[in-house]
């Protein structure tokens, strides 16, 4: 069974960087098959894709996000991690990490995911 | 981006019916529209992928049709643990993006 877990700061302050870990188990992220996400929802609002990563170190990223975010993999421990950078208020969110069973050109469907960590941006 | 719309945003239906849920592409993504089920506090779970690909363990009352731009997803017969929110997700083009969501209620 794939499990994957989130962990990092709850409380971010702003203008400062959002960073956060996956850790990865059942699977390996060095494998050829599948590629690893981060995905964020506001509270009480939808779901938005913010990059993802290849056990190449190949990665995509949701141009909204600009040059702030950085996604990056540690294949010794079996997690990928997250950065984003200058956050504000709106990046408050839940952040998870999801397994994407896209290819080169697309990505998704997301079949396994995280339980999910809320990271509050705030003074 | 493809915007994905869903609707309706919210249906109250009772254990026992058949409920419906639309999603519409503002261009065409073939077959590669996913959906998923969220309940309050969790993480999405993948329902069903390529429009009609039922994924394992998901229970047959679930059903997805559609190409192109239009898709529908199908509960045949509602059940208490189905009350949830559920999206589409279309996987055509970077970056992915998914549907507003659709608030199944008990009635």
Redesign the interface.
């Known amino acids: 069974q794939v499990q994957l877990q989130e962990s990092g700061p709850g409380l971010v302050k702003p203008s400062q960087t959002l960073s956060l870990t996956c850790a990865v188990a059942g699977d390996s992220i060095s494998s050829y098959s599948y590629y690893w996400s981060w995905i964020r929802q506001p509270a009480g609002k ?4 913010i990059g993802r990563i290849y056990t190449t170190g190949r990665t ?1 990223y ?3 996000f600009k040059s702030r975010v950085t996604i990056s993999a540690d294949t010794s421990k079996n997690q990928f991690s997250l950065k984003l950078i200058s956050v504000t208020a709106a990046d408050t969110a839940v952040y ?1 990490c ?1 397994r994407d ?2 290819d080169d050109d ?6 396994y ?4 960590t809320l990271v509050t941006v705030s003074s | 981006d493809i915007q994905m719309t869903q609707s309706p945003s919210s249906v109250s239906a009772s254990v026992g019916d058949r409920v419906t849920i639309t999603c519409r592409a503002s261009q065409g993504i073939n077959t590669w529209l996913a959906w998923y089920q969220q309940k309050p506090g969790k993480a999405p779970k993948l329902l069903i992928s390529t429009a009609s690909s039922l994924q394992s363990g998901v229970p047959s009352r679930f059903s997805g049709s559609g190409s192109g731009t239009d898709f529908t997803l199908t509960i045949s017969s509602l059940q208490p643990e189905d009350f949830a929110t559920y999206y589409c997700q279309e996987s055509t083009t970077f970056p992915p993006t998914f549907g507003q969501g659709t608030t199944v209620e008990i009635k």
């Open positions: 939808g779901l938005e894709w995509n949701n141009p909204s998870f999801a069973r896209g697309s990505s998704g469907p997301f079949d995911w995280g339980q999910g």
